[in-house]
């Protein structure tokens, strides 16, 4: 426990709230108004304008090692500017822009390749255009020229969107909620609601709805919340606008992320020319708290910014002045985590963000798995081998049945009372699997008195090998399953524990980015011991509770080592034994191990 109170003592000193430049070494030339996706492993800029012209180049940045590639030029579309571009999954799609009438592209990281879209059918290229995924295809829509389509990349085809949608609005916002498009552009210019299954507009109200030059804004899952001038939110259940507080400064074409906590708002001051505008509004609490300056990027507009999921970064842009400068430079934002222990509002930090709804997926999965733990633990340890391959399936399933109900289709449309599905609320699945292996320190004692005279157990260490499976629960909050092998000279414990656990710390990125969290949990074991003398133990129940630290040097996997204290206390249930018949296995125990997150 002194481990755990100094390693939390520890979380006040970790770097919170800061900002880490890009490398300029390999980066695309200075641009702006170009286009930006974050791939789940790197960001993606392309095309924009430099001061003299269209490009039609572009590079992929690596957060992680904090270096940039060149994309491929082979088939590349065309110079561009104001397009669109999505992220697919598997490819980024861009669209349109000036210069570009009726082309896009398709373009494969992986493969370093591009693939022309089909212009059959396609909407008119007009600046500008807004664009969104809805998880089956692109839709794109220009509220000022009130035209659009829909784009499959698999069949390589266009829909027409209804030409009834809203018009104006040349900074119109436009956001996918799970079910519907969201198209909102400057009051008084109503907005829109477009249900691609019926390829019908609903009309958003106006009022109180604040006119707002240019705003950004971002889908909090269950609200539209826009910045600018003024500061709203969106309810489409109940088509309703409601002020939100007034921010530390008015924001000048800002650019706005949604971290699933709060959104992060980047822009200019008005109050005088290169003065940043930098704030994070927490829409639960009502309330902003400011963005340090320190590191942070020089003051621009027309840039791009990117959520990774556990950081921003905007690059690019230019600098307002005269002449404008495109720029070649930009940061990383690292927000504090949700569990922080330097914010101390009652109304933020991981005990607010707790009391949101879980996902009832999440919720099923848990029964499922406690299920699994119990299974595991009760049986014998003959049985072990065939009951680890049984718990590995049922996790696998579980896994698979889940990821089912992510949106393979679009689902049926809202109604005035239903409200949409939440595209980046708690619910989106968010998992991951360990395994590691270590050392329990003290491990199994015991002692008692037979007929043949005292018998004792001191296995010392024992050996561990242990895999897991973790879900999101309430955001911040996150479960686990854990099942694992103890060994020592002449005992073995099976056990099973079910954890919850908070994030710790989240270190700033770079080649290698490193975080933790805290954990406690419940265990039950089964212990058998190869002595004839020490038969029939009930299942023993006991608790761990330790810190596991992190270096991610990918999005996906992770080296990570955990540090824990554990009890666990089993009875023998024979009647051979005379005296104290109680097992306790306590002490502290080491893993070392790897996560891979999908």
């Known amino acids: 426990m002194t481990i755990l109170a100094a390693l939390l003592v520890g979380s006040f000193f970790v770097p919170q709230d800061s900002w880490a430049p890009t490398s300029t070494l390999g980066a695309p030339s200075p641009r702006m108004n170009h286009t930006a996706v974050w791939t789940g492993r790197e960001m993606i800029v392309w095309g924009g304008e430099d001061g003299s012209g269209a490009l039609v180049n572009g590079a992929k940045y690596d957060p992680f090692t904090n270096t940039w590639s060149p994309v491929t030029p082979v088939r590349a579309p065309s110079a561009r500017l104001g397009h669109v571009a999505v992220w697919t999954g598997k490819e980024m799609i861009i669209y349109g822009g000036s210069g570009a009438t009726l082309s896009g592209a398709r373009y494969d990281p992986v493969l370093d390749a591009w693939t022309p879209t089909s212009g059959t059918g396609s909407p008119a290229a007009a ?99 826009t910045f600018g001038y003024d500061f709203d939110r969106y309810d489409p259940v109940t088509n309703t606008w409601t002020p939100n507080s007034g921010a530390p400064t008015d924001f000048v074409f800002p650019q706005a992320v949604w971290t699933g906590r709060e959104a992060v708002v980047i822009g200019l001051s008005p109050a005088a020319a290169n003065v940043p505008a930098r704030a994070r509004y927490d829409p639960r609490a009502d309330s902003w708290k400011t963005i340090t300056d320190v590191n942070a990027p020089s003051p621009r507009v027309f840039f791009t910014i990117v959520w990774t999921g556990s950081f921003a970064i905007a690059w690019g842009g230019t600098a307002s002045g005269a002449p ?155 479960g686990r399953v854990t099942t694992e092998v103890a060994f020592g000279d002449d005992a073995v414990a099976i056990t099973a524990a079910l954890d919850v656990g908070l994030p710790l710390f989240r270190g700033n990125p770079g080649p290698a980015r490193i975080d933790g969290e805290i954990f406690l949990g419940g265990m039950i074991s089964r212990l058998e011991i190869d002595r004839s003398e020490f038969e029939d133990f009930k299942p023993g129940l006991g608790f761990h509770a330790g810190v596991t630290g992190r270096v991610s040097l990918s999005p996906g996997w992770s080296l990570d080592a955990t540090v824990e204290y554990r009890r666990i206390s089993y009875e023998w249930s024979g009647d051979r034994l005379e005296g104290d018949k109680d097992a306790a296995g306590s002490g502290a125990a080491a893993t070392v191990g790897f996560t891979i997150r999908f």
């Open 324 to 478: 404008p400068e495109s720029l070649d430079t930009g940061a990383i934002y690292y927000p504090p985590p949700f569990f922080n222990l330097t914010e101390t509002d009652a109304n933020s930090g991981c005990f607010a963000s707790a009391t949101r709804g879980a996902a009832a997926s999440g919720w099923r999965i848990v029964a499922v798995l406690v299920g699994a733990v119990l299974l595991m633990a009760l049986v014998p340890r003959r049985w072990a081998s065939r009951a680890l391959p049984c718990l590995f399936l049922v996790l696998l399933s579980s896994v698979a049945s889940a990821q089912e109900e992510t949106p393979k289709s679009q689902p049926d449309p809202p109604t005035p009372l239903q409200e949409p599905e939440a595209a980046n609320a708690g619910e989106a699945l968010d998992w991951s699997f360990r395994s590691g292996a270590g050392i329990w320190l003290n491990g199994l004692e015991f002692e008692a008195v037979s007929p043949d005279g005292p018998l004792k157990l001191n296995s010392g260490g024992m050996g561990l090998f242990n895999v897991s499976v973790g879900h999101l629960l309430v955001e911040p909050l996150f």
């Open 127 to 225: 600046v500008p255009f807004r664009a969104v995924w809805t998880g089956l295809e692109m839709i794109v829509w220009s509220q000022q020229n009130q035209t659009g389509g829909r784009y499959d990349p698999v069949a390589d085809t266009w829909t027409a969107v209804s030409s009834s949608g809203p018009s104006g609005g040349a900074g119109e916002i436009q956001l996918w909620t799970g079910s519907t498009l969201i198209a909102w552009g400057n009051s008084p210019d109503p907005g829109g609601l477009y249900n691609p299954l019926t390829d019908a507009w609903t009309s958003m109200s106006t009022v109180g709805a604040s006119v707002s030059g240019s705003p950004a804004g971002v889908w909090t899952g269950r609200d539209l919340l």
